[in-house]
Nanobody, 119 residues
Framework: QVQLVESGGGLVQAGGSLRLSCAAS????????MGWYRQAPGKQREFLAS???????NYADSVKGRFTISRDNAKKMVFLQMNSLKPEDTALYYC?????????????WGQGTQVTVSS
């Protein structure tokens, strides 16, 4: 079983920054893609950014130029640096990891960390 724990959320004023972290633990043979999503109240979960095992990032248009995804393969962690935050960025942020336990790959989700941006 793979567990993901996010941290780094909080309350910030518009224009401010936050850095989210997500640590993977458990029976992990290898990790493929890692990513971040968010879900605001009453809305569907939204893709934000992903990064391949080789370090190639991909971003949603809504966060391109403001958010930066990175990963530390040795520590099995993924990060999301969020700058120039806006009130509409307020949501529960989830990390997603595609990992193998040595038998098959599966997608895993964290429990989420709340980000609130005040105007």
């Amino acid at each position: 079983q793979v567990q993901l724990v996010e941290s780094g959320g909080g309350l910030v004023q518009a224009g401010g920054s936050l850095r989210l972290s997500c640590a993977a633990s458990g029976i992990i043979f290898s990790i493929n893609g890692m990513g971040w999503y968010r879900q605001a109240p009453g809305k569907q979960r939204e893709f934000l950014a992903s990064i391949t095992a080789g370090g190639s990032p991909n971003y949603a248009d809504s966060v391109k130029g403001r958010f930066t995804i990175s990963r530390d393969n040795a520590k099995k962690m993924v990060f999301l640096q969020m700058n120039s935050l806006k009130p509409e960025d307020t949501a529960l942020y989830y990390c997603n990891v595609r990992a193998s336990n040595g038998m098959r790959y599966a997608d895993y989700w964290g429990q989420g960390t709340q980000v609130t941006v005040s105007s």
